[in-house]
């Protein structure tokens, strides 16, 4: 399975990922044989998941990967069935302390952002994190951009968020995406830093190389960000992560009661919707610009990196 999931070219932590989770579940199991198990099997892991004290998010997606792993076994004909196609977790675990810091608050964007020691920090952290709060980037898909995924379509200049680069990863097929550039970053001067590094013959955005086993790209940004969350007086476990600019992002269009299909268009989620989902084409990027120019963070304190 693990093998199988590999040659599709996503990213190697989530392959990683799956691993860890799956054998989480063989290990908690007495059988030895994938045809014996069955959804009672399946409901008694889950229960497990629950004394476990996990979020309500990361149980969630050890239930997904151990599903994915028998849905392979049933293609396989290991098994008739998948016994996990009916395990659910109530909805009612969302609203708790986790979904609280999913987020940044506007005092905590603040905070940072007229911060000296944000100030103070690197440009390619600043448009990283812009990147990130403005488009709903994930930190992986900021920081391996090269200049040439800065482009022009149908007179628009969008990011194109891509694996065609030799070390570009995504991480599935629908995070394949173009997303129109947020006017608050032309003001502030992106596309002059894009066109300079164009004129550099650069490749790169950015300095950020693949880092560990993973080739994890966003490993050194995540690193220097935390560092920074912490010399500013923001603690560890008691804040919002670098991760959570694409959780902000998905509120603020939420607020905004945007379409939830434009939405995971823009931050390349699946759509599970039959009718848009299997029969839709994209949207037009000038239905998504006009969307992504509404995200207003009325963030007067945020200066050109």
């Known amino acids: 399975f693990i093998e199988s999931k590999s040659k599709e070219g996503i990213r190697p932590l989530t392959v990683q990922q799956l691993k860890q989770r799956t054998r989480h579940f063989i290990h908690s199991t007495q059988l030895d044989t994938v045809a014996d198990i069955t959804s009672a099997h399946g409901l008694i892991y889950r229960d497990l998941l629950l004394t476990e004290g996990r979020s309500y998010k990361s149980n969630k997606d050890y239930l997904a990967a151990v599903s994915q792993f028998f849905r392979w076994c049933t293609l396989m004909q290991y098994t ?14 969302v609203a708790g302390p986790d979904s609280a810091r999913q987020r940044w608050q506007p005092n905590e964007l603040k905070k940072l952002f007229k911060s000296s020691a ?10 990283v994190t812009l990147l990130m709060l403005y488009h709903g980037l994930r930190p992986s898909e900021a920081c391996q951009l090269v200049v ?16 065609e680069g030799s070390e570009q990863r995504v991480k599935n097929a629908s995070s394949v995406r173009l997303v129109p550039l947020h006017p608050k970053m032309i003001e502030l001067g992106f596309n002059h830093y894009v066109r300079a590094l164009k004129s550099n013959h650069q490749i790169q955005l950015f300095s950020y190389r693949p880092d560990n086993e993973n080739a994890d790209w966003s490993r050194q940004y995540c690193q220097a960000f935390g560092r920074l969350q912490t010399n500013i007086g923001m603690k560890a476990g008691e804040r919002p992560t670098a991760y959570s600019f694409r ?3 998905i509120d603020e269009m939420k607020q905004l009661e945007i379409d939830e299909n434009i939405v995971a268009e823009l931050v390349g989620h699946t759509n599970n919707k039959v009718t ?14 006009k969307h992504i120019d509404k995200i ?3 963030a007067e304190f945020i200066e050109k990196p």
């Open 80 to 93: 008739a069935v998948n016994p996990f196609n009916d395990i659910k977790l109530s909805n009612h675990a």
């Open 296 to 298: 207003d963070y009325v």
């Open 118 to 127: 944000f100030k103070a920090r690197s440009r390619e952290l600043k448009w």
């Open 247 to 249: 959780h902000t992002f």
């Open 276 to 289: 848009f989902g299997r029969y839709g084409k994209k949207y037009k990027i000038s239905l998504l610009k």
């Open 148 to 163: 040439k995924d800065i482009t022009e379509y149908e007179g628009i200049l969008c990011l194109r968020v891509t694996n």
